[in-house]
T-cell receptor, first 110, second 112 residues
Framework: KQEVTQIPAALSVPEGENLVLNCSFT??????LQWFRQDPGKGLTSLLL?????REQTSGRLNASLDKSSGRSTLYIAASQPGDSATYLC?????????FGTGTKLQVIP | EPEVTQTPSHQVTQMGQEVILRCVPI?????FYWYRQILGQKVEFLVS????????KSEIFDDQFSVERPDGSNFTLKIRSTKLEDSAMYFC??????????FGSGTRLTVV
């Protein structure tokens, strides 16, 4: 059974700081890994998608890496802004479903 | 950019009543899903649907739940007799072959 863990569960940083969110998964037989952002009481916004054959993806200030063999992914956020405050979820696609991590709640302090 | 549309955004229902949550997936996607998120908890897989049949379902998806694609555009989740513990945010998602998931904005179901 695939299990996805995210560390830390919560993170508070001052504005402008670079930060790394971590995601680990137990079964490396995945199709892809996706990072989402969720604002309180809202839906899921896709940030980055990494296929199993890829090592990283970049979009603006975001960079996600994937090490499938070790079961790890990181989301790097450069020059954090208060608007980045949200919960970040990683989700691993395997078989016909996706397993979500527990999320990292990020607060960027102005 | 294509979107997954869910209606209603919020539904309040009495315990024991039937509810139908509606979703319009992205038009050229072939795989459809329902997930739920109980307040403060993880997003949990409910069911996947492909080629007009359920391809996988979780232990949460018991006989009280059913899914249907009644026409070429809609994808619905029915809960036959709602319980208090069914209160959650329900997300519909769709994907193409090899692509990531696109999620709808969710339906908040409150069972009273």
């Amino acid at each position: 059974k695939q299990e996805v863990t995210q560390i830390p569960a919560a993170l508070s940083v001052p504005e402008g700081e670079n930060l790394v969110l971590n995601c680990s998964f137990t079964d490396s037989a995945i199709y892809n890994l996706q990072w989402f952002r969720q604002d309180p009481g809202k839906g899921l916004t896709s940030l980055l998608l990494i296929q199993s054959s890829q090592r990283e993806q970049t979009s603006g200030r975001l960079n996600a890496s994937l090490d499938k063999s070790s079961g790890r992914s990181t989301l790097y956020i450069a020059a954090s802004q208060p608007g980045d405050s949200a919960t970040y979820l990683c989700a691993v696609r395997h078989d016909q479903k996706v397993t979500f991590g527990t999320g990292t709640k990020l607060q960027v302090i102005p | 950019e294509p979107e997954v549309t869910q209606t209603p955004s919020h539904q309040v229902t009495q315990m024991g009543q039937e509810v139908i949550l509606r979703c319009v997936p992205i038009s050229n996607h072939l795989y459809f899903y329902w997930y739920r998120q109980i307040l403060g908890q993880k997003v949990e897989f409910l069911v996947s649907f492909y080629n007009n049949e359920i391809s996988e379902k979780s232990e949460i998806f018991d006989d009280q739940f059913s899914v249907e694609r009644p026409d070429g555009s809609n994808f619905t989740l029915k809960i036959r007799s709602t319980k208090l513990e069914d209160s959650a945010m329900y997300f519909c998602a769709s994907s193409g072959s090899g692509s990531g998931y696109t999620f709808g904005s969710g339906t908040r179901l409150t069972v009273v």
